[in-house]
């Protein structure tokens, strides 16, 4: 399919590590962005914005972050295991100190050789508007190319489909049309 072919070329060299330290990738946050010092001359830590692929998340921290967005709660004992099963679960903390909070997720399933679809794509409303989704989006798709992974798909609600497309994603691409089966 030329079409994924030519929006995955790419020429950037890419990390091939599995497993990920919890700041693999980090970004300045918008505002309190650099250090500072105090009065005694010490540095006050930063706030920095963190990227993690490491599984280890607050089932209850993700929850409060859709509920912040207004997503429908979904059963804990269920996205436990929808994260369990995923290819890549991919997480955006704001640190202070060492304090961190989750401010942004997203999650992709794969055949693990040629497809993905992400999921779940969640930031925080504190933190939209601030390229931080972009930021995100674009951490998934690196760590899926990292993987060889080809084709990328997700589902995306109407009002955000300007954003995936800033990203490159297009609606039914050379044609092709996704088909749904539901139970009755």
Known sequence: MGFWKTWFSTSEAVATNK?????????EATGNSSPSGD???TTRSAERIVFSTERDIDLYELEELCDAVGWSRRP???????????FLVASMWQVRGNKRRLIGFARATSDHAFNATIWDVVVHPDFQGQGLGKAL???????????????????????????????GFMSDPEGIKGMFWYPH
């Open 137 to 167: 989006m674009k951490y998934v798709l690196k760590k899926l190319r990292s993987e060889e992974i080809s084709n990328v798909t997700l589902f995306a609600d109407p009002h955000v489909l300007d954003f995936y497309r800033s990203l």
């Open 19 to 27: 497993t990920t330290s919890f700041d693999e990738m980090s970004v």
């Open 76 to 86: 804990i004992r269920k996205v436990k295991k929808a994260i369990e099963h995923s």
């Open 39 to 41: 009065a005694s001359g």
